[in-house]
Structure formats: structure tokens, C-alpha cells
Nanobody
Framework: QVQLVESGGGSVQAGGSLRLSCAAK????????MGWFRQAPGKESEGVAA???????NYRDSVKGRFTITRDNAKNTVVLQMRSLTTEDTAMYYC??????????????????WGQGTQVTVSS
């Protein structure tokens, strides 16, 4: 089974940028839909972005135009580039792999493998 390790989190001021990376081990990501999810304290987990095996992408409305998800199957990595960050983006971010039906879905129930998470903190 695939093992996922996130990196790139940290603290940034509002308006800044961060680049999250997800490195996969033990298996290739080429056959998985890859997603990024986040959970803020006291809030439910939410899907942020997903990229399917064919490169098609899906974003939650609040990050459209600010976040970009890409995948590099040769390097077995997925990247979430985040720009124009706001305090609302503060959360623990998780990388996930799965096989959701009908494209790059943002529902966590479709993903089987999860990383340990990386913290993103945006200050005003």
C-alpha cells in the first residue's frame, strides 16, 4: 500500500504563499486519484483539491484561483501551491490517495491512504 509523507507547511502572513509537497513511498501514485484535505481546530475536515489519474482537477470554491494541485508521477509526488493565503486557510493539511468514482472527488470517504499532515498557519 502507498505511504504518503507531507512537507512544506509553516507559518506565513496573510497574502503570502506556501508550497505543500506529498511524497509517496512503497507504491506508485500513477494509479491513484490524489487529494489534499484540511482540518482546522473545531471544524470538520474538508476537501481542498484533487487531481485524477488523467490530470483533471477539482477545487473547493474557496480556494479556486488561489490554489493549484499538480502531480508528477515520475517523481511520485503531488504538490499543492497555495497563494493569497488568508487566516481562513489555517489548518492541518493532509495528502490522500484513493480511487473515487467519476473523477477527482473532494469527499474523504473515497480516499484510502492518508499522510500524517503538515500544519499551515496564516496570521493577519
Amino acid at each position: 500500500q502507498v505511504q504518503l509523507v507531507e512537507s512544506g507547511g509553516g507559518s506565513v502572513q496573510a497574502g503570502g504563499s506556501l508550497r505543500l509537497s506529498c511524497a509517496a513511498k512503497r507504491d506508485t501514485i500513477a494509479t491513484y486519484c490524489m487529494g489534499w484535505f484540511r482540518q482546522a481546530p473545531g471544524k470538520e475536515s474538508e476537501g481542498v483539491a484533487a487531481i485524477d489519474t488523467d490530470g483533471s482537477t477539482n477545487y473547493r470554491d474557496s480556494v479556486k484561483g488561489r490554489f493549484t494541485i499538480t502531480r508528477d508521477n515520475a517523481k511520485n509526488t503531488v504538490v499543492l501551491q497555495m497563494r493569497s493565503l488568508t487566516t481562513e486557510d489555517t489548518a492541518m493539511y493532509y495528502c490522500a490517495a484513493g480511487a473515487p468514482p467519476y473523477g477527482a472527488r473532494l469527499q474523504s470517504r473515497f480516499y484510502n491512504y492518508w499522510g500524517q499532515g503538515t500544519q499551515v498557519t496564516v496570521s493577519s
